[in-house]
Every structure is written in structure tokens, then in C-alpha cells.
């Protein structure tokens, strides 16, 4: 297809060359090099014998055009995917190390007995499970903006 259309395109450039007309004594030659010392330069030119291709296309360079323009928005479509594809999979990692991490936290809770240093312990546990959360929170946040984007992207194609 894109062959078609570069043909199409260098068909509409001007065209000029130069030949050489010999007299020999076979007769009159052409050439596009020169034959002998006293060679005419003919100058030939297609610029004014044909008349420039209109800018409307023709009904087979639109239909070549309209398949590359659904190609490259398949292509598109497909890269997106890919891509949201990828942002889903770290999004799901992202939940389950979160959720490994606050378990861990977690099960340090029971270790200690309920006296004065298990409510202190029990405090600091809570705090860390509170700083874990808002850290892998914010890291799914930001994934769930940027597959937010990429799926309205992808509704826009």
C-alpha cells in the first residue's frame, strides 16, 4: 500500500531531461550522453505536457489511506492493551504486598503479653501498619491514575 501511494506521489513530480541529438552517418541519434564534439543539447521537459494530478484522491489512494489509518489504530489499540494490561498486573502485585506486608506487621502483634510494654508494642505495630498502608496506598494510587488514562485513551480510538 505504501508502495501505491509513493508511486502515485512521484508520478505527479515534473520530469526534464537533457538529450543529446548526433549526426551520424547512420542518421539522426539521441542520447542522453553525448555522441560526438558537435552533439545538439535538446532540452525535453514533461512539466507542461501533462496536466498536475488533482488533489482530490483517487477512490483507490483513499482506500489505501483509510486501511493504513485502521492499521496504525490497531496498532494503537493493541499497544494500549499491552500496556494497560502490564499496569493491571503490577496493580494486583501492588495490592498483594501490601496486604503481605500488614499481615507480617500483623503477626508481630501476638508475640507479647498484655502489660505495659505490649501496649507500648502494641501502639508501635499499629503505626507501622498505618505507614506500610499509606505507602503501598499511594503507589496503587498512582498506577490506578495512569491506568485511568490509558483506558480513556484507548476509548478515544
Known sequence: MKRILLLLALSAMPVSA???KCETAAGTTYSQLP???DAQVTDYSRE??????QTAQTPAATAASDTIDRIAIG????????KINRLERQRDRQV???DDEVAK????RGRYVQNLYGVAHDDKVNSSIVA???IWNSRIEATDREL???RAEFNKL
Open 75 to 82: 496498532i494503537k489499540k493493541r499497544d494500549l492493551t499491552e
Open 35 to 37: 555522441c560526438a564534439d
Open 96 to 98: 498483594k504486598n501490601r
Open 105 to 108: 506487621i500483623n503477626s508481630q
Open 18 to 20: 537533457t538529450v543529446y
Open 48 to 53: 507542461n505536457t501533462e496536466p498536475p494530478l
Open 148 to 150: 485511568d488514562q490509558l
Open 132 to 134: 506500610a498502608t499509606t
